[in-house]
Nanobody, 124 residues
Framework: QVQLVESGGGLVQAGGSLRLSCAVS????????MGWFRQAPGKEREFVAA????????SHADSVKGRFTISRDNAKNTLYLQMNGLKPEDTAVYYC?????????????????WGQGTQVTVSS
């Protein structure tokens, strides 16, 4: 069984920063490609960022490029999303996801395991 638990969400003002974490238990964390997705009420799930299992490959959505940074610490079995320069349109529930595979994936349907999400709210 693989479990993913997000944390670090909260309420911040526009221009502020948050650091999300995703703790992973189960198989060896370094075996999984990982991703961050978000979903606002009434909207489709949206790709945010992805990282290969070794961390050598990274991808960020155009909407967050230059503001958000995905990273991982395989020794701590933890995935991170550093979010700077937050905007009201970043408000959403953020989910981490895992796929037991090499490579890097931007489509949510390619992932096998999902966390329950953490709420990020950015006020103007």
């Amino acid at each position: 069984q693989v479990q993913l638990v997000e944390s670090g969400g909260g309420l911040v003002q526009a221009g502020g920063s948050l650091r999300l974490s995703c703790a992973v238990s189960g198989r060896t964390f370094s075996s999984y490609a990982m991703g961050w997705f978000r979903q606002a009420p009434g909207k489709e799930r949206e790709f945010v960022a992805a990282i290969s299992r070794g961390g050598s490959l990274k991808s960020h959505a155009d909407s967050v490029k230059g503001r958000f940074t995905i990273s991982r610490d395989n020794a701590k079995n933890t995935l991170y999303l550093q979010m700077n320069g937050l905007k009201p349109e970043d408000t959403a529930v953020y989910y981490c996801a895992a796929r037991l595979s090499s490579g890097i994936y931007t489509q949510g349907g390619r992932y096998d395991y999902w966390g329950q999400g953490t709420q990020v709210t950015v006020s103007s």
